[in-house]
């Protein structure tokens, strides 16, 4: 069985045990299996303008899936104490440890981490500003967002490395049974 039959039985149910959370991703599509409801997730294209808002948008969606990684690893899909003590504790580390876990458990190479760290500093520069005239992002040489061309290559930036944490998303998924969480499911 593949997620898009495990897709398929889920969205023809009445009712779905609570029991699992799983953020699932099917070729271009989304979804979010929580408290036993099958929700649409996030597009598979991030959109970014230039303004503050949709930059940290971008950065929190990117963050949920880092979230989402570490909780497929391990526990799984479970939704029971030991998945929301998880989260819990998850909220409280930050985001660059997180980014220095990938690179320990081999999930993210070298130069991507490098990468994510060095958008990751867009994200944090971005929280403490009003305006993003007074950000700048520094993938080799420091480039303020209020230019044009620095924004551009900004939000390159992040478009590729969102499509790879969304392909390092999908190879974690793949390791899940999905006949075996359709009996958890007890569907």
Request: glycine share 2%.
């Amino acid at each position: 069985m593949n997620v898009s039959a495990f897709l398929e039985i889920i969205k023809k149910q009445k009712k779905i045990s609570p029991k699992v959370r799983l953020y699932i991703i099917d070729k271009n599509k989304h979804y979010f299996l929580n408290d036993g409801i099958l929700k649409n997730g996030f597009d598979s294209k991030l959109t970014v303008i230039k303004n503050r808002d949709s930059v940290l948008s971008a950065f929190s969606k990117m963050a949920f899936l880092f979230d989402e990684i570490i909780r497929l690893r391990i526990v799984t899909y479970s939704n029971r104490n030991d998945s929301k003590e998880l989260l819990y504790l998850l909220n409280l580390v930050p985001i660059n440890r997180k980014i220095r876990t990938f690179l320990d458990w081999n999930v993210f190479e070298p130069e991507y981490t490098r990468d994510m760290s060095r958008l990751f500093e867009v994200r944090n520069d971005t929280v403490h500003c009003v305006l993003l005239d007074e950000v700048n992002y520094n993938p080799k040489n420091s480039i303020s967002l209020s230019s044009v061309k620095g924004f551009q290559k900004f939000k390159t930036d992040l478009d590729r490395a969102w499509e790879n944490l969304l392909k390092i998303y999908v190879a974690e998924q793949e390791k899940i049974d999905w006949a075996t969480l359709l009996e958890a499911l007890k569907l």
